[in-house]
Nanobody
């Protein structure tokens, strides 16, 4: 079965950086799309970005364009979310998600597998 395990969250000051990792196991992910979502208290889960495993084509939300970068390491079966120039508005629980197929889907229901989430808190 597919397992996704996020790590790398924490507390950072505004303007700082964090790199989240999502270790994937249980399948060969070459035909999968991997995505990052986030959910702040009292808000709906929102799309952050995605990457096609096979061709590394990425998509990202307008709110993080130019600041966040998604990548993957095939040998480690791991997807990364590099977050730079963080602001307090980026504070949320960040989730890794996966679905079989190709192409970005920006709504949570499109994804079949989810990690447990990792907390990111950005202080002023």
């Amino acid at each position: 079965q597919v397992q996704l395990v996020e790590s790398g969250g924490g507390l950072v000051q505004a303007g700082g950086s964090l790199r989240l990792s999502c270790a994937a196991s249980g399948r060969t992910f070459s035909s999968y799309v991997m995505a990052w979502f986030r959910q702040a208290p009292g808000k709906e889960r929102e799309f952050v970005g995605s990457i096609n495993w096979n061709d590394e084509r990425t998509d990202s939300a307008d709110s993080v364009k130019g600041r966040f970068t998604i990548s993957r390491d095939n040998a480690k079966n791991t997807v990364y979310l590099q977050m730079n120039n963080l602001t307090p508005e980026d504070t949320a629980v960040y989730y890794c998600a996966a679905r079989e197929g190709y192409g970005s889907k920006q709504y949570p229901d499109a994804y079949d597998y989810w990690g447990q989430g990792t907390q990111v808190t950005v202080s002023t």
